[in-house]
């Protein structure tokens, strides 16, 4: 029989814990249009021509679709209420914009709206989750979602579940990938929501990452479509998890795929509403409505 002594005592002591579930911190992040330098495939040659771009009106107008009946609804029907969301934002949003993106996310108290100056992508990232994080001496599940993108209603319990159940396997690891690789394209249109089924292979959706206590890094610190060249991965290939949209503003290879895409059935506006709180009759209000977003109109 070997016995445990000092350091590693404390470390089995803190992972035992964990499979109760109870000390360990969830964070999500989600970037909803922050004027980062570098971390998009669109350049500009200053922060201003980027905060040009990014507040433009229409474009706007389909990040706040997309939000609001994706990203938002998908967050609030979590089934695990033991996490925090960040939405990041710049600070030179305009006031409008602002005030509905906080508007909409008050009734969510998991969601904290957060405000980030301009910086490079992956540091300013980095940065607002320490800080949420601040002196926890706790491990944490981290996970990012774009803000056109849902999760499943029980991807936190999941996660939190997962990394559990693993604790004896893990308790020599550093850090753990737990992936959910099936998941659905889809593109709203004001007739609906246009889907297909896929098998994805580390998107930045449907996947969290855990995190010792005292690490400084975070799961925006690394490309999620290498997280398993450097960590141990846990991969569910049967649940669905995620609904990653396609649109013409898709900074990501996403952008443009709508080939295979094929309207709801009957059964499958069912499956959306039950897995990601995800309704079509306001998908197609949301997107059936003016292009140009002013104020909060």
């Not at 980062?36 to 021509?49: L, P, Q, T």
């Not at 609030?76 to 990041?88: E, G, H, M, S």
């Not at 449907?206 to 141990?232: E, W, Y």
Request: hydrophobic fraction near 40%.
């Amino acid at each position: 029989m070997t016995l445990l002594t000092g350091a590693a005592f404390a470390t089995f002591a803190q992972l035992k814990r964990t499979a109760s579930g109870t000390y360990m911190r969830v964070i999500g992040l989600c970037r909803f249009s922050y004027p980062a330098i570098g971390g998009f495939k669109r350049m500009h040659d200053s922060v201003e021509e980027r905060e040009a771009y990014l507040f433009a009106p229409e474009r706007m107008a389909l990040r706040f679709r997309h939000f609001e009946t994706l990203t938002l609804p998908s967050i609030a029907a979590q089934k695990d209420k033991r996490f925090t969301f960040l939405v990041v934002t710049g600070e030179r949003m305009p006031k409008p914009y602002w005030e509905r993106l906080n508007d909409i996310c008050a009734p969510v108290p998991e969601i904290k709206v957060v405000t980030a100056p301009p910086a490079k992508h992956r540091t300013a990232m980095q940065d607002v989750i320490l800080r949420e994080l601040g002196n926890d001496e706790l491990e944490s599940l981290q996970f990012r979602l774009d803000d056109d993108d849902a999760v499943g209603a029980n991807f936190v319990r999941s996660i939190r579940r997962t990394a559990r159940l693993a604790w004896k396997l893990r308790s020599e690891w550093q850090n753990l990938v737990i992936e959910f690789s099936r998941g659905y394209s889809v593109k709203l249109t004001p007739d609906g929501i246009l889907a297909q089924e896929i098998q994805g292979q580390f998107l930045a959706c449907g996947l969290a990452v855990l995190f010792r206590p005292g690490d400084m890094q975070t799961v925006m610190n690394f490309a999620h479509h290498k997280l398993h060249h450097t960590m141990p991965t846990i991969i569910d290939p049967t649940t669905p998890m995620y609904l990653r949209a396609v649109h013409d503003d898709n900074d990501s290879r996403a952008r443009g795929k709508d080939t295979g895409l094929k309207p709801l059935t009957d059964t499958d506006r069912t499956f959306f509403k039950a897995r990601f709180n995800v309704d079509e009759a306001a998908v197609q209000a949301a997107f059936g409505a003016p292009t140009a977003l002013r104020g909060k109109a």
